[in-house]
């Protein structure tokens, strides 16, 4: 696991591999053409997980970093608490299960019937009782965003390599302090990348009150309630809101801002951390996101009709 002191040579502590072979996949078809391509697609498997006995949940995963995704899972659920002490994670890659195991041992049977459906993609869930922890929960009132930070980061994770960029239907997530991204997770459903980085903040004892927290997704309320669980002060996305989304940012007390794109975002919470310390207009504007190494395969890999 990387550690807090050392990136990959990219800037990033860690990250998901666009070029790893079991995060994707060729898969033949035909474009509106009628011409035989192949396309690159991401892999979707399942993951069950266990909390020392007890089996929790079984979730759907590109299969990257379960150990992070379980962990962070776990504390977003409130199943962990964060003096907890692990003392294994055991990950069978035959069985597709993991198992992490605690020193205090755990009960959540009763927990399981209090499962809410949310909005996430593929199965993301929030039990009951996590809006206890929610309501509770106090973000750094110090916390400042600087719009040239702002600006900075967009640029830097949109153009960096990624598995979004490579074969598309992903979500992407990403821990930054000030301008510089650190961690940047991608999974099939948004509720996973978070939960990676989550599990990533756990095990290297990372503090979230002076980081930034970047989506691609958007600011639903199920977004904003693991961040502030994770003590993160700013959540920032290319996408739009939803209205509890908002309410429960302002609840909060969480920096929230969405449409960022380019010189461009809009802030609905929150608004008093930002420093607007860069010209707009000496701001880049965001270019579309084009999947170049994708197209160049799709396009060698055309058969002309044959």
């Known amino acids: 696991m990387a550690r807090p002191d050392n990136d ?3 800037g990033f502590l ?3 591999d666009p070029g ?19 396309a690159r697609v991401v892999t979707e498997k399942p993951l069950t997980l266990f909390l020392n006995r007890q089996e929790i949940v079984t979730m759907m995963t590109i299969g990257d970093h379960p150990d ?6 776990l504390l977003n659920q409130n199943m962990l608490r964060p003096d907890d002490r692990i003392t294994a994670i055991d990950h069978d890659r035959t069985l597709d299960a993991i198992v992490v195991r605690t020193a205090r041992e755990t009960d959540y049977e009763a927990k399981l019937q ?8 593929a199965q993301g869930t929030v039990f009951g009782d996590v809006m206890d922890s929610f309501d509770g929960a106090r973000l750094a009132p110090d916390a400042v965003l600087r719009t040239s930070w702002l600006y900075a980061l967009t640029r830097k994770i949109n153009t960096a390599p990624s598995l979004y960029l490579e074969a598309g239907a992903i979500h992407g997530c990403v821990l930054c302090a000030r301008d510089r991204p650190l961690v940047y997770m991608e999974d099939v459903g948004r509720h996973n990348a978070v939960d990676k980085i989550a599990g990533w903040m756990f095990l290297n004892r990372v503090s979230g009150a002076d980081k930034i927290f970047y989506t691609t997704g958007r600011l639903t309320s199920e977004m904003v309630i693991k961040t502030v669980m994770m003590g993160i002060p700013i959540l920032v996305s290319r996408s739009g ?9 302002r609840q909060a007390g969480l920096t929230l801002i969405g449409r960022a794109r380019g010189r461009r975002f809009i802030a609905l919470a929150g608004e008093q951390r930002i420093v607007f310390d860069a010209d707009p207009a000496q701001a880049a504007e965001d270019a579309p996101h084009q999947r170049r190494k994708s197209a160049d395969r799709d396009g060698q890999s055309r058969k002309g009709g044959e």
Do not use: M, Q
């Open 8 to 10: 990959d040579g990219n």
């Open 14 to 16: 860690l990250r998901s």
């Open 20 to 38: 790893d072979p079991a995060l994707s996949a060729e898969v033949s078809g035909l474009d509106h053409t009628g011409a035989r391509i192949t």
């Open 68 to 73: 992070l995704l379980a962990v962070g899972y």
């Open 114 to 121: 209090k499962k809410v459906r949310t909005s996430g993609c």
């Open 241 to 249: 809101f939803t209205a509890w989304g908002v309410d429960l940012a």
